[in-house]
């Protein structure tokens, strides 16, 4: 008891733990895919903005240098009262400081005054630059919410640089700006998250446990619980799966009752035999003085009764066999039937004369079918036999074989007693016997029929009895399917 909880509790244990992980993998890579995606998001517009806003800075600080140089550059001297003049009649805009130098890199004039630079070297390295190669230099910068940036850009006359001009520009608003876009997109960005964690957290759940659930119905058929079906909705391929693994559970059930009915009723066959072989033992064990003939009449029963015992199990066996034979890879050589039906035939004679029954055969002789000759005689001794067991005085048992479009028809017919309409398609079961009496008298067991149809199935063929045509009795037709070209020489 205690070691069917703890194996129980272990399942459960066991299935949580990959309900878990599934569930932990799948809202995982939802996780991580939707941060990969934020991040870019996050970024990629602050980055571009960025870089948009530089370039713009670039251009009309340039520009602006620029102007400045040119105008210095028709200036006899750079002087301070010179720069001056000339910044006023250019009205530079949006500029917070702007330096001009001599060429050896002092200050001559500075917008800032409060900085005291005049007259001393100018600590802008931008400059230094633009002064020694001779070329404009442009330095931007995003520091403390705000653009800040230097443009530096000499001053020539025929090919000498004889000054500098540095420009300054401290931008707050776009700065602001910018912080703004970034707030927003980390707001956005931060409510995305929290939802695709939810999001993602709820469909893996309602995924595993889906999974969980036909892990469930698994166990519990695995634990012999054939009947358990699994609850199925949707079309996707969850559903698929526990619609297959119910038809799967069906086929299972199907098979494990005919198997439990199968043991029971053999068991009951086998039974009987013994039973009267005991009771036919017994009796001579306790007569005291019995006579010679009755004994030998009870040893006779004794005897027929083994017969039976013997020929059950000879046939449990051949279904067994078959039930366990693997299907052939090889297409099987087609065999010309006419001559395996008269062989039966002929070893049913002695039986057919002691019952008074006729053989007819109606046979087309180049008739073949994919089938082994022992099969062929197991199909064609059965039915013939059972055509004479349950045949009546007098009557007749008429074979015949043709070959149609469809395949070869082999169909045997007596005048015998006749099936019941009820019980034409359950005669092929195992054990099943219509009169059971008489069966038991004419030596059957039952099987014959279920071994005739798994031979024909077997060869690719089909059987099916019917009551015969034109008067009492039973017709049984066999079709076969017309051979496989590639095996015929
Ligand atoms: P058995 O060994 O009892 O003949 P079968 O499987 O060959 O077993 O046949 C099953 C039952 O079908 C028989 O017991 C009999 O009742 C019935 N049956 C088979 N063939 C015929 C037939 N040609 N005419 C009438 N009944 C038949």
């Known amino acids: 008891m205690w070691a069917i909880t703890s194996k129980t509790t272990e399942s459960r244990q066991e299935g949580r733990r990959l309900h878990l992980g599934l569930q932990f993998k799948f809202a995982a890579t939802y996780i991580l895919l939707i941060a990969a995606v934020l991040l870019f998001l996050n970024t990629y517009p602050v980055l571009s903005s960025q870089e948009l806003i530089f370039r713009g800075k670039r251009d009309t600080l340039r520009s602006q240098a620029s102007l400045l140089s040119s105008g210095l550059s028709g200036l006899d001297e750079i002087t301070a009262s010179g720069a001056g003049q000339l910044m006023e009649q250019l009205s530079l805009h949006n500029l917070t400081q702007v330096v001009i130098t001599d060429g050896a890199g002092t200050v001559v004039y500075d917008t800032d005054r409060s900085a005291q630079s005049v ?8 400059l230094n630059t633009a002064l020694a190669q001779g070329v404009d230099v442009f330095h931007p910068a995003f520091h403390g919410g705000a653009f800040q940036s230097r443009a530096a850009v000499p001053v020539t006359v025929g090919g000498q640089v004889v000054g500098g001009v540095c420009l300054f520009e401290y931008d707050a608003d776009q700065g602001s700006l910018l912080l703004d876009l970034q707030r927003n997109l980390r707001s956005i960005s931060l409510v995305v998250c929290a939802l695709a964690i939810a999001v993602s957290l709820f469909l893996s759940k309602a995924l595993t446990r889906r999974i969980g659930r036909l892990l469930q119905g698994i166990r519990t058929v695995r634990e012999g619980e054939c009947s358990h079906r699994v609850k199925t909705s949707g079309h996707d391929e969850l559903a698929q799966l526990g619609q297959e693994f119910n038809q799967l559970t069906t086929r299972l059930q199907t098979t494990e009752e005919v198997r439990r009915r ?228």
Request: hydrophobic share 35%; glycine share 8%; proline share 8%.
């Open 119 to 126: 007259g001393i070297p100018c600590a802008w390295p931008e």
């Open 262 to 489: 199968f043991v029971s009723d053999a068991s009951h066959e086998l039974k009987t035999p013994l039973a009267s072989i005991r009771l036919l033992t017994d009796s001579i064990l306790q007569a005291d003085n019995m006579e010679e003939d009755t004994m030998r009449e009870f040893i006779g029963d004794v005897n027929q009764e083994a017969e039976r015992l013997t020929r059950i199990t000879e046939k449990l066996l051949t279904l067994t066999r078959m039930d366990s034979a693997p299907a052939s890879p090889e297409p099987i050589a087609p065999t010309k039937p006419a001559p395996v039906i008269r062989k039966a035939g002929h070893m049913l004679e002695p039986l057919a004369a002691q019952s008074e029954v006729k053989l007819v055969y109606h046979l087309e002789e180049d008739c073949s079918v994919p089938c082994s000759e022992d099969d062929l005689y197991q199909i064609a001794f059965n039915l013939m036999e059972n055509a004479v067991k349950y045949n009546l005085p007098g009557g007749t048992v008429i074979v015949t074989l043709a070959g149609t479009r469809e395949g070869t028809v082999l169909k045997v017919e007596d005048t015998g007693v006749g099936v019941p309409e009820e019980d034409l398609n359950r005669i092929f079961e195992r054990f099943y016997r219509v009169d059971k009496a008489r069966s038991r008298a004419a030596g059957g067991t039952g099987l014959g029929l279920s071994i005739v149809q798994d031979t024909v199935r077997s060869c690719g063929g089909t059987v099916e009895a019917r009551p015969r045509e034109g008067g009492p009795g039973t017709a049984f037709v066999v079709t076969f399917p017309l051979p496989d070209p590639q095996t015929q020489n």
